[in-house]
Nanobody
């Protein structure tokens, strides 16, 4: 069993930056693919970014590519999402997720564990 706890959300103006963190329990964190997803009111949950167990491979949604960076520290059992040049359309509840398989996935249903989410609101 893996427990995930997100932190770092907040309210900020367009163009600002924020770093989300996701702390994972359990000794097998380094073997999980980790992902970030988000859900905005009235919209379906969408893929944001994912990172391989080693950190050597990353994938991003087109909407965040070049602005967001996913990274992980396996010694700290933590995955991060650095968000720059934030836009109002980035406003959402951001979720961290863990996948037991080696292959990276953009599909939410292929992730096994989820956090409770952290709210990011971008507004002037």
């Amino acid at each position: 069993q893996v427990q995930l706890v997100e932190s770092g959300g907040g309210l900020l103006q367009p163009g600002g930056s924020l770093r989300l963190s996701c702390a994972a329990s359990g000794r097998t964190f380094s073997s999980f693919v980790m992902g970030w997803f988000r859900k905005a009111p009235g919209r379906e949950r969408e893929f944001v970014a994912a990172i391989s167990w080693s950190g050597g491979s990353t994938f991003y949604a087109d909407s965040v590519k070049g602005r967001f960076t996913i990274s992980r520290d396996n010694d700290k059992n933590t995955v991060y999402l650095q968000m720059n040049s934030l836009k109002s359309e980035d406003t959402a509840l951001y979720y961290c997720a863990a996948r037991r398989w080696v292959a990276i996935s953009r599909v939410a249903d292929e992730y096994d564990y989820w956090g409770q989410g952290t709210q990011v609101t971008v507004s002037s």
